[in-house]
């Protein structure tokens, strides 16, 4: 691929998605134009080039973005996030109402489906929480999977006990292993680009953004940061990937210790900017 349709394409992806591929990442922008060229039947990355230039129908555009996105996902990734998240849950904030969350970039739903087992089993123990889940992502062929609530050997044994597994699962006998009803009926999935306004969503108790801002600019993570303050209830939390941080990003937030982890808390004075 010559540097003017690297250019192009990472130019391309940015203004879309807020996906920033660097020079670092040429060959992996490569790969992925690959992909999508087979996808489309075309012949090869320049055959893309070509028609992205002469304006492509949405359906592949959003063949494009699909593959140019990272999907890597699990269920409870980084656990001790989980365990903060149902200190949270534990806290004052999951008294009296039920609890909105937003999974900002779902992928696959395992952080949604996690956070709905989380909420089982509270309701278990006997805690009077209650919760509802948006999980949205700007890919659709992941979207369209994590709607089914289906997963693969591979992916359940990614981040669940064997107890859960069969506490939460069933297997259908062709080796998918399906969420129970109660799990996924909390959780709702729908079409969001994070570089889009969020004011249509509502407003959350708690936004988990994680493992997707590390692929954007410092000029794109704030302006999401701070759109996501504007719908976060008071006293709201945002929680990021556990090598992520707001430093330097956002005045809106207060950070704060949950167990061990760092957690965003919505400033009382976030400024009132246009979500
Ligand atoms: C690496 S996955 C992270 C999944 C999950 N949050 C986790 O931590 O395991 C990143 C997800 O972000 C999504 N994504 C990337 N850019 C996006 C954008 N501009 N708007 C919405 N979703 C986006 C990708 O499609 C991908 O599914």
């Known amino acids: 691929m010559n540097v003017e349709i690297f250019n192009y394409f990472s130019k391309f992806i940015e203004k879309e998605l807020g996906i920033v591929y660097s020079d670092f990442n040429q060959f992996q922008l490569q790969a992925r134009l690959e992909e999508v060229a087979k996808s489309l039947s075309l012949p090869s990355i320049e055959a ?45 904030l999951g008294k009296n109402h039920k609890v909105k969350i937003w999974s900002a970039a779902s992928s696959y739903g395992q952080e949604a489906y996690s956070v709905s087992m989380i909420l089982s089993e509270l309701t278990a123990q006997g805690h009077a929480v209650n919760g509802q889940i948006l999980a949205t992502d700007i890919a659709e062929r992941v979207l369209a999977r994590a709607k089914t609530g289906r997963f693969t050997q591979l992916e359940v044994q990614r981040g669940l006990s064997a107890p859960f597994m069969l506490k939460y699962f069933s297997t259908d006998g062709e080796g998918w292993w399906k969420i129970n009803a109660t799990e996924k009926q ?72 949950v167990n061990n982890v760092i957690v965003y808390q919505k400033a009382a004075l976030a400024s009132k900017l246009v979500a």
């Open 48 to 92: 893309v080039y070509e028609e992205v230039r002469r304006g492509m129908l949405e359906s592949r555009k959003q063949v494009l973005l699909d593959i140019a996105t990272n999907n890597e996902t699990s269920f409870f990734r980084d656990k001790s996030v989980f365990d903060a998240i149902q200190a949270i849950l534990l806290s004052d």
């Open 186 to 257: 909390r959780v709702s999935f729908a079409k969001q680009n994070l570089r889009q306004s969020f004011v249509s969503l509502g407003t959350f108790d708690i936004i988990l953004c994680r493992n997707v801002l590390i692929y954007q600019s410092v000029e794109g993570k704030k302006d999401v940061v701070d759109r996501m303050a504007q719908i976060l209830n008071p006293g709201g939390y945002l929680i990021l990937g556990s090598g992520e941080s707001l430093l330097g990003l956002s005045q809106n937030f207060e950070s704060k210790k």
